[in-house]
């Protein structure tokens, strides 16, 4: 079992660029969800996919689109990219229940 | 608005000592409380967890301790070894919801 896993690992990308951050599970879990990580933030929830077929916002959704591709598959686009994305992202999933989230291994993510 | 307050944001300890996190919370809707764990590289993993009819949950040098009237609940770690060194994050679930939300965070640094 891979668990969460995110491609890619690392990216810059200039302002105004767009790009797609992967995300997949293997646990087949229903949630799935994507947090941004800034310094002193913790992790912001950004959006958040109870099952498959439906998304909802999360408390930081502006700039960014989701699709909930399948089950296993959560994607996390920015349409134009601004320096203020500058951050670690992470996607995350959990069973129906929802006690645990578990965590793939992060982007890095600088918009210069 | 932060709805979970998490202290001190960093902390030095020696081996063998104790280390204490501190987190606060304002809404009473919160029914589930977790911690998580995060090394450098690395996604956040869960540590323990804590309902708020419990006062105390131990497990292995970890303690969760909760005070429903206070709004508060706190992370000891007991004997603190260098391995422990990373980041924690305490969290907040609504009841009825799978969402998450973060402290955040305290960087915790165990010297040999």
């Known amino acids: 079992n891979a668990g969460v896993t995110q491609t890619p690992k690392f990216q810059v990308l200039k302002t105004g660029q767009s790009m797609t951050l992967q995300c997949a599970q293997d646990?087949?879990?229903?949630?799935m969800y994507w947090y941004r990580q800034d310094p002193g933030m913790g992790l912001r929830l950004i959006y958040y996919?109870?099952?498959?077929?439906?998304?909802d916002k999360g408390e930081v959704p502006n700039g960014y689109n989701v699709s909930r591709l399948n089950k296993r598959e959560f994607s996390l686009r920015l349409e134009s990219a601004a320096p203020s994305q500058t951050s670690v992202y992470f996607c995350?999933?959990?069973?129906?229940?929802?006690?645990?989230?578990?965590f793939g291994p992060g982007t890095r993510l600088t918009v210069l | 608005q932060q709805q979970v307050k998490q202290s001190p944001q960093s902390l030095i300890v020696q081996k063998g000592g104790i280390s204490i996190i501190n987190c606060a919370y304002e809404?009473?809707?919160?029914?589930?409380f977790p911690w998580y764990q995060q090394f450098p590289g690395k996604g956040p993993a869960l540590l323990i967890a804590?309902?708020?009819?419990?006062s105390e949950k131990k497990e292995g040098r970890f303690t969760i301790s909760f005070n429903k009237s206070a709004k508060q609940f706190s992370l000891h770690i007991m004997d603190s070894q260098p391995g422990d060194s990373a980041t924690y994050f305490c969290?907040?679930?609504?009841?009825?919801?799978?969402?998450?939300?973060f402290g955040g965070g305290t960087r915790v640094l165990v010297k040999p």
């Open positions: 804590i309902r708020p009819d419990v």
């Open positions: 995350a999933s959990s069973d129906r229940g929802g006690n645990e989230q578990f």
């Open positions: 969290a907040a679930r609504r009841a009825a919801g799978n969402k998450l939300t």
């Open positions: 809404n009473t809707a919160f029914d589930y």
């Open positions: 646990m087949n879990h229903n949630s």
């Open positions: 996919s109870a099952s498959e077929g439906t998304t």
